[in-house]
């Protein structure tokens, strides 16, 4: 079974991670995106997200959202029960990077834990920087 990665934001957030991601680490397969536009309906947003399921029936598929309880995020509240599905809010450009690098070369249970390490190491301050040069 292979892995694949859909992000799911409100507006064209979604597209413009991936875009900028396809930018450092080239097009991938298996890697799709999905937004909530204004004026769409909900019901038509989960649908297409029902819709990516089906079509990707037999892959894991990690699910990177990002906003714990808007729109994106509870339209993929009924898929929370099944196996071979994961979601990881708070979606960033080092978290897709990162989980994009890796989604063939290691197994889906690490790849949804690396999604929330690597999404969290990606938010550094000043402060960091500055006590990492000491």
Partial sequence: MQNSLLVITHGAFAQALLSTAEMIFGE??????LTLMPGMQIEDFRLKIEDYIVKHENDNILILVDLLSGSPFNSVIPQLQNERIYVVTGV?????LEVGMQKDKIGFEELCSLAKTSGIAGIVTKDDILKGSE
């Fill in 92 to 96: 960033n450009l080092p978290m897709l």
């Fill in 28 to 33: 991938q397969k298996n890697i799709s995106s």
